[in-house]
């Protein structure tokens, strides 16, 4: 982080390395879940960890909030699909979480081509990855549906072009 402390996700929580001394941080200190999927710093220098239950929380002052709880209501303000360089996104059942401005979306993806794999059982539009492309598109594997990619203004759904099965554990770009 910018303090120059490590974190490390897992299974059972989320360890902070700190002055040489190693904190583990779990359920009975705020988490949604102890299994810690990805952990990101915002520009504001606030620590936001992805938790396997598609849960989000935020590490501020020294403890745990829950914001996938906490998502903006405001019936004034629609959340809707769009591109910022700082927002962070994060996993989410049926889509993702986007972190704008310091407040948390859920954004649902399309329905179309939901049937596309009919005999799974999984929950077809749940995201495992993401990845941002060099041009800043974004990129999401999802449990069973292949890949979407938002370019900002639509998605192409892929779910074939050498994709070894519906499920897509990890999105990374080469040079």
Request: proline share 3%.
């Amino acid at each position: 982080d910018n303090s120059h402390n490590y974190w490390f996700g897992t299974d059972a929580g989320a360890y902070l390395l700190t002055n040489e001394k190693l904190y583990l941080f779990d359920t009975s200190d705020g988490l949604i879940q102890n299994q810690i999927r990805k952990i990101q710093q915002d520009k504001q220098g606030e620590i936001w960890f992805e938790t396997g239950g598609f849960g989000v929380n935020c590490w501020i002052q020294n403890h745990f909030i829950n914001r996938s709880g906490h998502l903006e209501s405001n019936s004034s303000i629609k959340p809707h699909w769009q591109l910022n360089r700082n927002d962070l996104w994060f996993c989410a059942g049926g889509g993702v979480y986007q972190l704008n401005q310091n407040t948390l979306y859920y954004l649902p993806f399309p329905t179309e081509n939901v049937d596309v794999y009919p005999n799974t059982k999984l929950s077809k539009q749940s995201v495992y990855s993401i990845a941002r492309d060099k041009y800043g598109n974004m990129w999401f594997g999802t449990q069973a549906l292949g890949v979407y990619c938002f370019n900002g203004s639509m998605f192409r759904w892929f779910t074939d072009h050498g994709l070894m099965g519906p499920a897509v554990l990890a999105i990374l770009e080469d040079k």
